[in-house]
């Protein structure tokens, strides 16, 4: 009868509900242990010039390589770390472990790169993040120049005197701050006029549709002349054709960052794009000496 078939389509319905309740309760106990385990692992996407394709820098990605699970997106597990309060002891992880990385790939040749690491906003609300990132810079022995920290509007950055001045405090340390995915909160132009930032990140919900959709166009163009306009660099996030980077290049947008060039890869292959890039300088100029 059509009262059993919708108790019975009620019955599938609950019992797909509590599965997913099942898997969020398993994940949030097994996120518990999983970096002493050592299944979080950084990956690293590159971050690129648009005019000259040079590699400016990288940004820092957790990974979980869950047991059982296979790999878990972050958008899925920060959440679960903030929940279960761990959040500030995984991000400082992640921060030292970041620099650490960095300083190492400085040693193994210049030009410098930059790395970017994303601070949440209940990272950024812990008293301690300033010398979190202070101590993460020292004990790695790098520069603050070569270190960015995202931080996203979205996840309801508060326009109090707190956050202006942490990011003071950030800022005094010489460290670049950059606004993720521009655009896709509430506040992001008064965020602009408020806060010391130094790049944005148009969110890749405006680049997907660069090509395709002319809204998506004019707001990429006012996006780029805004940040000129204010002195701030911008990052293009997610790109994925070659018409899409083009379209970055007339509107002079200056780096870019998404599968057309890479997705984020383990540390040591980001040292091997690095030595390609300096035996492409030795051949060049092997090939210039030969010309001569
Ligand atoms: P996000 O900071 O905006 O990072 C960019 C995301 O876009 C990454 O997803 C990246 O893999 C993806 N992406 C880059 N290029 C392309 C592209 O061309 N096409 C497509 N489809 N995607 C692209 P991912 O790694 O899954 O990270 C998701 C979010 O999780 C990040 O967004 C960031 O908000 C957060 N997250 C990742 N690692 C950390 C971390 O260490 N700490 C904190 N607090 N958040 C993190
Ligand atoms: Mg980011
Ligand atoms: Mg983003
Ligand atoms: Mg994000």
């Known amino acids: 009868s059509a009262k059993e078939g919708r108790r019975s389509k009620w019955q ?5 509900l509590s599965a997913a309740a099942q898997r969020w309760h398993t994940l949030s106990n097994d996120i518990h242990d999983a970096r002493a385990r050592g299944e979080l692992v950084i990956h690293y996407q590159p971050q690129l010039a648009v ?13 979980w390589q869950h047991p059982n699970e296979g790999l878990i997106s972050p958008a899925l597990f920060i959440p679960l ?47 301690d993040i300033v010398s979190t990132v202070r101590h993460a810079l020292r004990s790695a022995d ?24 942490t990011m003071e ?11 993720d995915d521009f655009g896709t909160g509430w506040s992001s ?8 930032l130094d790049r944005i990140k148009i969110d890749r919900s405006f680049v997907r549709d660069l090509t395709t959709q002319s809204s998506s166009a004019a707001i990429v163009h006012s996006i780029l002349e805004l940040a000129r306009s204010l002195g701030l660099e911008c990052v293009a996030e997610g790109v994925e054709t070659i018409d899409q980077l ?18 984020a890869i383990p540390a040591d292959e980001v040292s091997l794009l690095l030595r390609a890039r300096e035996n492409r300088g030795a051949s060049n100029i092997r090939s210039k000496a030969a010309a001569m």
């Open 12 to 16: 599938v319905y609950s019992k797909e």
């Open 189 to 196: 132009l008064s965020y602009l006029r408020r806060f010391p």
């Open 51 to 63: 005019d000259s394709g040079e590699l400016m820098g990288v940004e820092a990605l957790l990974r």
């Open 246 to 263: 083009n379209h970055l290049q007339r509107e002079l947008c200056s780096e870019f960052q998404g599968f057309l060039y890479s997705q």
């Open 169 to 179: 405090e950030l800022k005094a340390i010489g460290v670049t701050l950059s606004l």
């Open 81 to 127: 770390l903030e929940e279960r309060g761990l959040i500030g002891e995984v991000g400082q992880w992640v921060l030292e472990s970041a620099c650490r990385q960095c300083s190492a790939w400085h040693a193994e040749g210049r030009p410098a790169i930059r790395v970017a690491v994303n601070v949440s906003a209940q990272q950024f609300y812990q008293d």
């Open 142 to 165: 790098l520069e603050p120049q070569w270190l960015e920290l995202e931080l996203t509007e979205s996840l309801t950055l508060d326009e109090s005197e707190t956050t202006l001045r």
